[in-house]
C-alpha cells in the first residue's frame, strides 16, 4: 500500500494503492456491486451505474448524498459524496490488479482520519476477495497518529492581524469523544472566569495568567504575560471534527513589538502533539 497526501487543482488529495491477485472484472464488481460494497465500504450504497445518477449513502441513521462523475467499466468510477470526491481506478497487472484510489477534499487536518478508515476499509476489501476471514479491526487512533506524522499534519502556521498583532495557530483532529478530551485539558476541574489556566493548557515558555472566556466542553481563554504585561491571549476551541473525536483549534496571539511567532510555532507543536498523544493513550 502507498499512501500520500498532495494538493491538486487547489483540493487536498488523499492517495493510496493496492495491489490485488485477481483480475480486474472481480475487482470491478467488488467496488461497483452494491452487495459486495457491503463487505468492506463504510455505509451501505444505492446507485444506478450511468453518469449523473445520484447516490445514496446510509448507516445507523446516518445518510449521504453524491452524483456518480466519471464511469469507464471496468476501469474507473468516480463520484462525489457530500462535499468530497472519490475516483477508483483499476488497472491490470499481469493476472493482478492495481487499485489507485484518490479522494479529494478541502479540510486538510480532515485526512489522517480518512486515511486511517480507508486502510481498515481496504484491509476488509482484500479479505473479501481473497475469501479470507474479515481482519480484526485494531484502534484507529494509532493509524490515525502515524497518518498525521506522515502527511505533516501537526504543523501550525503564523500570521498577522490587522491590528498589527500576531498569531500562531494549530488545528488538530483528535481520535477521542470531546468529553474526554475536555475533561484531560482541564484536568478535570472546570475553570472559571478570573481564575487560574488549568494546567494541562499552559506551557511554561509563556507565562498564564488569568482564565477570560470558558464555554464548558467547548472553549477556552487564558492570558499569557511577560514580567512586565499581559502580551496576549490563548484560546483552545474544540469544534466539530471528522472521525471519532472533536477539532482542537489551538491560538496564540502577542503584540506587535514582541513577535515571537517562531518560538511559538516550535512551543505549541510540541505542546499540543504531546497532548494529542496522552489523549489518544486513554482508552475510549
Not at 506551557?203 to 472566556?213: C, R
Amino acid at each position: 500500500m502507498n499512501e500520500s497526501l498532495r494538493e491538486v487543482d487547489g483540493r487536498n488529495q488523499l492517495y493510496m494503492e493496492r495491489r490485488f491477485a485477481h483480475p480486474i472484472e472481480v475487482v470491478w464488481r467488488a467496488i461497483t456491486d452494491p452487495d459486495r460494497l457491503a463487505a468492506w465500504f463504510p455505509y451501505r450504497v444505492e446507485w444506478e451505474l450511468r453518469v449523473g445518477a445520484p447516490i445514496r449513502f446510509s448507516a445507523e441513521g446516518d445518510e449521504g448524498t453524491g452524483v456518480i462523475t466519471e464511469l469507464a467499466p471496468p476501469h474507473v468510477i468516480e463520484y462525489t459524496w457530500d462535499n468530497t470526491v472519490l475516483r477508483w481506478e483499476l488497472r491490470p497487472e499481469g493476472e493482478g490488479t492495481l487499485l489507485v484510489f484518490t479522494q479529494a477534499f478541502g479540510d486538510r487536518p480532515s485526512a489522517a482520519s480518512y486515511a486511517a478508515g480507508w486502510e481498515t476499509c481496504l484491509d476488509f476489501l482484500t479479505a473479501s476477495l481473497d475469501g479470507a476471514p474479515e481482519p480484526e479491526v485494531g484502534d484507529l487512533a494509532v493509524a490515525h497518529e502515524r497518518y498525521v506524522a506522515q502527511f505533516g499534519l501537526d504543523r501550525g502556521y503564523s500570521t498577522h492581524l490587522p491590528d498589527g498583532r500576531w498569531a500562531v495557530r494549530f488545528e488538530r483532529q483528535l481520535t477521542r469523544p470531546a468529553d474526554q478530551v475536555w475533561a484531560a485539558l482541564t484536568g478535570g476541574v472546570e475553570p472559571v472566569v478570573g481564575g487560574p489556566a488549568p494546567a494541562p493548557a499552559t506551557t511554561p515558555e509563556f507565562a498564564d495568567g488569568q482564565v477570560t472566556e470558558v464555554e464548558p466542553g467547548r472553549q477556552l481563554t487564558y492570558e499569557w504575560q511577560t514580567a512586565e504585561r499581559i502580551a496576549g491571549q490563548v484560546r483552545y476551541e474544540l469544534e466539530e471534527g471528522t472521525g471519532q473525536g472533536p477539532r482542537l483549534v489551538v491560538t496564540q496571539t502577542g503584540p506587535q513589538d514582541l513577535d515571537a511567532t517562531e518560538a511559538a510555532l516550535k512551543i505549541w507543536r510540541d505542546k499540543v502533539e504531546a497532548f494529542a498523544g496522552e489523549v489518544a493513550a486513554q482508552a475510549p
